[in-house]
């Protein structure tokens, strides 16, 4: 009797993990693969040359994205803030209506810097940039908003 009732238990937990396995691997791997597959848009995936403009001058950093059908995942790298150090950002968001909207997060060991950055797509004959703003907060705790434009470092095709 006890081994029917531990078999029923053990049998209910496999049952259970294998479809926490299926219902992740479902959500993580492929509804982004099939979105990926579906999306007509534009695609904004590959490495961009981001400029700060600012009254002072502009400002350049290099963002890395990755694109699966709506979804952009991506990295930034701010070279070197007005103290010599370099700062890494993650960011992650969505590209629809041909509007990039991006959270970002400083990786690394500060972690303290965070923000946003919504960009229209724009094509000018052969140029592709974004062009927007980014919002943050600065040391003091107020919010900065700049104007970016995102270049595309590298020739890719485009719908």
Known sequence: MTEHIIGGLLGGVLASIIVLVFALWWQRMFIPWIENRLYKGPRIDGTWQSIII???????????????GYRIKGTQVYPKDRFGRSHTYSMEGEFRDRTLALVFHETG?????SGAYVLSYKTIGPEISLEGHGVWRDHEGKLVVEKY????SEKQPHA
Request: hydrophobic share 35%; net charge negative; proline share 0%.
């Open 54 to 68: 600012r009254d002072e001058g502009e400002f350049n950093e290099q963002a890395e994205l990755q694109q699966f």
């Open 109 to 113: 060991l500060s972690e303290v810097d």
């Open 149 to 152: 434009k995102w270049i595309r």
